[in-house]
C-alpha cells in the first residue's frame, strides 16, 4: 500500500484537538514554571535558579499530559462513540463476511505451559460461543530451549486437540534458530503462513480475549481497509498479591478513562503495546521488518521493544494504527510484585531507550516520534526527578538561610495546581464508575473508598522507589549493560524480610542518609521532602507489604472481573485445574519418556524433521553424545545437548533402540527406574 | 498353545547352564517389557512374544547383552509387520478410540514421519524495512560533474 495522498477526515480532526491539547498541556506548563521561577528567592545565582526550572518544567509537561488525558477521556465517555473504529460492545455481534480465517498468535518462551494453554483453550471456547470460531485458526509459536518444556507443550498441545476435539484449528511450530526474540518468532509466522490469513491477532502468553472482543476486531478490520492495526485496552487480572491486585483496581477504575482520553488525541496514529492487537497481515509483513541497530553504542543491536516502532513503521507507510478504546474483553496478568514490575521494567527500560534511533529515522509521523519520546521519559523523567530533588538539596545545604519555597499566592497556586494534575483524574474513574452504577462491582462505596485511598497512599510511597530504580536502569543502560529477556515471573508473591532487605536495602539507607541530612542542614526543605524521604525509607517493608496474597474474598481492590467474570476468565480457571491435573504436565523427566516410551518416542517422531545432510563432522560429534549418553545415562548431557539430540531425527532412533538394548543394570539404573 | 511353545523354548535350545537360563529369561523380560509400553492388547503381545521366542530359539546365542539386542530389534521388526498389516488390513481406518495406539515405525524407516503440526507453508520473503537517519542538513544533489565534450 502507497501514502494515501490528501488528508483523510480523522487526520483534519487529529490535528485540530493536538493543537488543542498541546496548547493547554503548555500553557498549564507555562503557568506552573512561571509561578515557581517567579517565586523563587533573588538572592538565589541565576544558574541554581536554571537548574531548579528547567527539570520541574519538563516533568510538569508529563504530569499535564497524563492530566489532560484523563480528561479528554472522560469528555469522550460522556460523549460517546465519536470516531470510534469497532463496534460498541452494547451492539450485536457483526455477522463476518470474510472466507479467509484470522491467525491468533500465541508466541511463547519456556512459559508455564498449564497456563498458556488453559487460556488459549479459554479462548477458542469464548470462539466458539460467539458461533464464529471458523473465521479463526490458532497458532502456538514456541521459541522454547528448555528440552523439557519443549517436550511439554508437544505434549500438551495433543492433549488440547484432543480436549477441544479438534487438530486442524490448533496448530504448533517450534522454531529451531531463535533470532530477534518475540518479533522474530512472528516474523517467521509471517514468513511460513503469512500468506493464508489476511488479519493476525498477536497475544502474550498471559494474554486473554473474549470471542466478542475477537470478532469485533475482525470486523472492524473488514470494514476498515486502510486500517493496519487495532489495539485492544489491557484489562489487568488474575493474581492476589496486594501489589497485583492495587494494579488490577487501578487499571480497572482508571483504565477506561485514560483508554478513552488517548484515543481522543491518538486517533489513526495509535501506539501498539505488543499483544491483545489485531494486524493486517500484509501490511505488517511489507513494512514491520526490523532491522537491526548498529552495535556501535550502548543503545545498538536488536530492537527489544518491537511493539512501538512496528507501529511506528506501519504509520510511515500510511497504514492506520487505532485504540479499540472502549472494548473491554481483553485481559493481561500483572506482576505479581514490585520487585518482578521492576525486573520487567529493566528490560523495558533497554528496549525504550533504544528507540531514541528510531525517532530519528526518516519518515516517521510527528506523533510517532512524540510517542516514541514518550516512553524514553516513561524511564528518563525518573533521573530528571531524582537530579532535581538532589538539586534542591544542595541548595537546602549550600545556601540554609534561603526559604526555597516560600508560601506566596504563587507557590500556593502551584501547589494546588500540581496537587489537581497528581490526583483530580482519579474523581474521573469514581464518575465512570457511579455513571455506569459498576460501584458495586467494585465492592460497594465503602470497600471503593477504602481502595482508591489505600491505592493512593501505596503509589505516593512507591513513586519514590520506582524513581531510584529507574534511575539505576537509566545508568546501566547507558553505560551498555544488557538486560536479559528471559520468561517472565507470571505468579507467586511473599517476600521474605532477608530477600527484601538484599533488594531494597540500599534505597532504605539512601532514604535514612538523604532524609538525616537535610533534618539537619534544613529541616524546612527536609518537612517538603518527607512524602519522598518516606518512600525511599520505608522501600523494605513496603516490598514485603505489597508482595503478600491477600483473599480473594477480600474486599480491598476488588474490581468487576472478580465479582462477575466474564466466561473467558471462567473457562480459564477451569482450564487451567484441568490441564494441571493432565499427566502430560507431570514433573517427570519428558526426554527419558521420550527416549525410552515407545508411543512418547513415536509421537516427538512426528514432529521433527528428517535431516539426511547432516556434516560427517557433526555427527561424529553427536555419536560421541550418545555414546556418553548411553554410558552414563540422561543426567549425563546438558540442557543443550538433550536439544540437539530431540532435533536430530537419526539420533532419536538409534538412541531409542540402543537404550533398550543396553544391559540390565544400566538400562534400569539410567533409565526405566526414572521412566 | 504359542504360550506353551514360548515356554518350553529354553528346553528346545537345550541351555547347558543356569547363567544361560538367566540371560534367555532377562532378555524375554525386555522384550515383553517393550511390548507392553505399546500398550498392546495382552492377547496380541503375548503372541508376538512367543513368535519373537520362536525366531531365536534357534539363534545359538547365549550372552546376555547379545540375546537382549536380539530380542528388541527382532520386537521392533515384529511391531512394523503388525502395523504393516494393520495398514493393508481394509477396516484398519475404523478404529475406535479404545484401538491400541498406532506402532512406531521401524527405527531405519526414511519415510517423511513429520505430523501436521499446522498449515502447510507458504513460504514469503520479507524485506526488512529501512530505518536511514533523517538529515536536518540539506541533500547535497548527487550530479555527476558534467563532462566535456571536444
Known amino acids: ?675 | 498353545m504359542t504360550e506353551q511353545l514360548a515356554q518350553t523354548l529354553p528346553n528346545v535350545v537345550q541351555m547347558g547352564s543356569s547363567s544361560s537360563m538367566d540371560a534367555w529369561t532377562q532378555a524375554k523380560k525386555r522384550a515383553n517389557d517393550y511390548l507392553k509400553l505399546h500398550k498392546l492388547p495382552d492377547a496380541e503381545r503375548e503372541q508376538l512374544l512367543s513368535r519373537i521366542t520362536l525366531k531365536l530359539a534357534h539363534a545359538n546365542v547365549f550372552n546376555e547383552p547379545k540375546l537382549i539386542q536380539l530380542f528388541i530389534s527382532t520386537a521392533q521388526e515384529e511391531l512394523a509387520l503388525l502395523q504393516a498389516n494393520a495398514q493393508d488390513s481394509p477396516c484398519h481406518c475404523k478404529q475406535t478410540e479404545t484401538a491400541p495406539a498406532p506402532l512406531p515405525e521401524p527405527p531405519n524407516n526414511k519415510t517423511e514421519l513429520r505430523a501436521q503440526t499446522g498449515p502447510r507453508f507458504e513460504r514469503s520473503s520479507i524485506r526488512v524495512a529501512p530505518l536511514q537517519a533523517i538529515s536536518l542538513l540539506p541533500q547535497r544533489s548527487r550530479q555527476r560533474p558534467a563532462r566535456h565534450s571536444h
Request: net charge positive.
Open chain 1, 1 to 675: 500500500m502507497h501514502r494515501h495522498s490528501g488528508r483523510r477526515p480523522w487526520q483534519i480532526t487529529a490535528f485540530q484537538r493536538r493543537v488543542a491539547f498541546f496548547s493547554v498541556i503548555t500553557l498549564l506548563t507555562g503557568l506552573a514554571t512561571f509561578w515557581l521561577g517567579a517565586n523563587l528567592p533573588p538572592e538565589l545565582p541565576f544558574l541554581w535558579q536554571a537548574l531548579v526550572v528547567t527539570p520541574f518544567a519538563v516533568l510538569f509537561f508529563w504530569l499535564a499530559l497524563g492530566f489532560m488525558t484523563a480528561s479528554a477521556g472522560l469528555w469522550v465517555l460522556n460523549r460517546g462513540g465519536l470516531n470510534r473504529i469497532a463496534s460498541s460492545p452494547s451492539t450485536p455481534l457483526p455477522p463476518l463476511q470474510s472466507l479467509e480465517t484470522t491467525a491468533v498468535l500465541l508466541p511463547i518462551y519456556n512459559e508455564d505451559i498449564a497456563y498458556v494453554y488453559a487460556g488459549l483453550q479459554a479462548i477458542y471456547q469464548s470462539l466458539e460461543k460467539t458461533g464464529h470460531l471458523q473465521h479463526f485458526e490458532f497458532y502456538i509459536l514456541s521459541d522454547s530451549d528448555d528440552a523439557s518444556n519443549w517436550l511439554r507443550e508437544e505434549a500438551a498441545w495433543t492433549a488440547l486437540c484432543r480436549e477441544v476435539g479438534s487438530s486442524e484449528r490448533i496448530h504448533y511450530r517450534r522454531r529451531k534458530h531463535r533470532t530477534k526474540k518475540k518479533s522474530g518468532n512472528v516474523m517467521d509466522f509471517c514468513r511460513r503462513w503469512g500468506r493464508r490469513h489476511p488479519y493476525m491477532v498477536v497475544l502474550d502468553a498471559d494474554s486473554l480475549m473474549t470471542g466478542d472482543t475477537l470478532v469485533r476486531l475482525v470486523d472492524a478490520m473488514d470494514c476498515n481497509e486502510r486500517v493496519g492495526l487495532i489495539q485492544t485496552p489491557l484489562y489487568t487480572v488474575g493474581l492476589d498479591t496486594l501489589y497485583a491486585r492495587g494494579q488490577q483496581f487501578v487499571n480497572r477504575l482508571y483504565g477506561p478513562v485514560f483508554f478513552a482520553g488517548l484515543h481522543w488525541w491518538w486517533l489513526g496514529e495509535s501506539q501498539y503495546w505488543g499483544h491483545n492487537v489485531i494486524i493486517r497481515t500484509q501490511a505488517f509483513m511489507a513494512h514491520c521488518h526490523l532491522p537491526k541497530l548498529e552495535e556501535s553504542g550502548a543503545l545498538g543491536g536488536e530492537i527489544l521493544s518491537h511493539d512501538f516502532v512496528e507501529a511506528a513503521l506501519l504509520s510511515r507507510a500510511g497504514w492506520e494504527t487505532w485504540l479499540a478504546y472502549d472494548l473491554e474483553g481483553s485481559y493481561e496478568r500483572p506482576p505479581p510484585t514490585l520487585t518482578d514490575a521492576l525486573k520487567r521494567d529493566r528490560r523495558w527500560c533497554q528496549g525504550n531507550l533504544q528507540h531514541w534511533h528510531i525517532i530519528w529515522s526518516h519518515g516517521i509521523s510527528n506523533l510517532h516520534r512524540f510517542l516514541l519520546l514518550g516512553g524514553i521519559m516513561s524511564y528518563v523523567s525518573s533521573p530528571i526527578w531524582l537530579g532535581w530533588l538532589l538539586i534542591l538539596t544542595a541548595i537546602a545545604v549550600f545556601y540554609p538561610h534561603l526559604t526555597l519555597i516560600p508560601l506566596t499566592t504563587g507557590n500556593t497556586a502551584l501547589l494546588a495546581l500540581t496537587i489537581i494534575l497528581l490526583f483530580f483524574y482519579k474523581t474521573f474513574g469514581l464518575v465512570q464508575a457511579a455513571r455506569k452504577h459498576s460501584i458495586r462491582k467494585f465492592g460497594g462505596v465503602f470497600a471503593l473508598t477504602a481502595s482508591v485511598l489505600t491505592e493512593t497512599l501505596l503509589s505516593m510511597v512507591t513513586a519514590p522507589v520506582r524513581m531510584m530504580y529507574y534511575s539505576k536502569f537509566v545508568v546501566q543502560v547507558l553505560r551498555g549493560k544488557k538486560a536479559v529477556w528471559g520468561t517472565q515471573q507470571r505468579t507467586g508473591g511473599g517476600l521474605a524480610w532477608d530477600d527484601a532487605a538484599r533488594e531494597y536495602g540500599w534505597v532504605s539507607l539512601a532514604g535514612l542518609g538523604w532524609g538525616g541530612l537535610l533534618l539537619l542542614v534544613n529541616p524546612m526543605t527536609f518537612l517538603w521532602m518527607s512524602p519522598v524521604l518516606a518512600g525511599l525509607i520505608l522501600a523494605v517493608p513496603l516490598a514485603i507489604l505489597t508482595s503478600i496474597q491477600t483473599g480473594a474474598q477480600n474486599p480491598l481492590f476488588r474490581t468487576p472481573e472478580e465479582v462477575e467474570p466474564d466466561f473467558v476468565l471462567q473457562a480459564f480457571e477451569e482450564n487451567h485445574a484441568r490441564m494441571l491435573a493432565n499427566p502430560c504436565m507431570s514433573t517427570r523427566d519428558l526426554f527419558t519418556r521420550v527416549i525410552v516410551d515407545p508411543l512418547a518416542f513415536r509421537q516427538h517422531m512426528t514432529y521433527i524433521p528428517q535431516r539426511s545432510n547432516v556434516p560427517e563432522g557433526t555427527r561424529h560429534q553427536r555419536e560421541e553424545l550418545v555414546k556418553r549418553l548411553l554410558e552414563r545415562g540422561p543426567g549425563a548431557i546438558s540442557n543443550s545437548e538433550r536439544l540437539v539430540i530431540l532435533e536430530d531425527a537419526d539420533m532419536l532412533c538409534q538412541l531409542h533402540t540402543r537404550v533398550w538394548q543396553l544391559p540390565e543394570a544400566q538400562f534400569h539404573e539410567h533409565w526405566m527406574s526414572k521412566l
